[in-house]
């Protein structure tokens, strides 16, 4: 009898730390949210007194806005293709071959999450300003192309951990190249888990702010950058707040993407290889 309520006990122990978990996650979204359709809202309704879109047309009426927007896919497009340029070949060496060295430079790739980012910014600043590299496009996607190292390398090489040897080893056994191997066999097993780290690499690099503004400001101002600049600085709340809402539309459709990914077992047998 002692045991059964122990167990009831834990279970809403568990209920109650989901549901205040949720709660701290979904509150401030809804605030957010409801600030981005708000026309009138004073202190002290509970509720906006106007609902509307007349700060959508304002915002998305700024030129600085549209400037903001098209740097950042820019930025995320430049960074995730020279990314996967670089990190993929190095994954699939991980994942595949012994060398001297493997395990050490395979963790690394930890070292940046394991410091302090922001001091590890500004000491990679003070390096960009001797090379003339403060405030260029250039300067911003090398800083961004650091943060993409987790994803693009311990992903993929889960992987490319998780293909089935042996249909690789059948198909070389009746003639086919390595070359056909890895683009019919290899590539489309892998394939689902690499594009879902591609895709979390464009969304982490359309959202990193640190790097953009430490490295990019004043010249270069992306998305997350202007809303931080509209809330600090201006009297009205709405136009952040709808840069906010805009900025949930990639993250929301990375994590459908990626949901179905992890849902498939393909992390948890890449790593486990």
Do not use: H
């Not at 809403?12 to 409801?34: K, N, R």
């Not at 790739?109 to 403060?134: D, E, H, R, S």
């Amino acid at each position: 009898m002692a045991r059964v309520l122990t167990e009831r006990r834990i279970d809403w122990t568990g209920i109650v730390f989901a549901v205040l978990l949720t709660l701290v996650i979904v509150f401030p979204l809804i605030v957010v949210g409801t600030w981005a359709f708000a026309n009138v809202w004073r202190y002290p309704s509970v509720i906006p007194q106007e609902f509307g879109l007349r700060y959508w047309g304002m915002t998305l009426a700024r030129a600085d806005v549209w400037s903001s927007i098209s740097i950042s896919l820019l930025l995320s497009t430049v960074v995730t293709v020279l990314s996967a340029v670089i990190c993929l070949p190095a994954a699939y060496a991980f994942a595949r071959l012994e060398f001297p060295g493997r395990s050490v430079l395979f963790f690394s790739f930890l070292a940046g999450q394991a410091f302090p980012k922001f001091g590890l910014l500004v000491a990679i600043a003070g390096i960009f300003l001797q090379l003339n590299l403060i405030g260029t496009f250039w300067g911003v996607v090398l800083i961004q192309l650091v943060g993409t190292l987790l994803f693009m390398i311990w992903i993929p090489v889960a992987a490319f951990q998780a293909v089935d040897r042996r249909m690789e080893e059948a198909a070389r056994d009746v003639g086919a190249s390595p070359l056909r191997v890895f683009w019919s066999i290899t590539l489309p097993q892998a394939g689902p888990t690499i594009a879902a780290a591609v895709l979390l690499s464009f969304v982490g690099t359309f959202y990193e702010t640190e790097g953009a503004w430490l490295i990019g400001a004043p010249a270069i101002r992306t998305l997350p950058v202007l809303m931080i600049s509209f809330i600090n600085n201006q009297p009205v709340i709405q136009f952040g707040a709808v840069l906010s809402v805009l900025l949930w539309i990639p993250s929301f459709i990375a994590l459908l993407f990626a949901r179905r990914v992890i849902n498939s077992g393909s992390f948890a047998r890449g790593f486990g290889g």
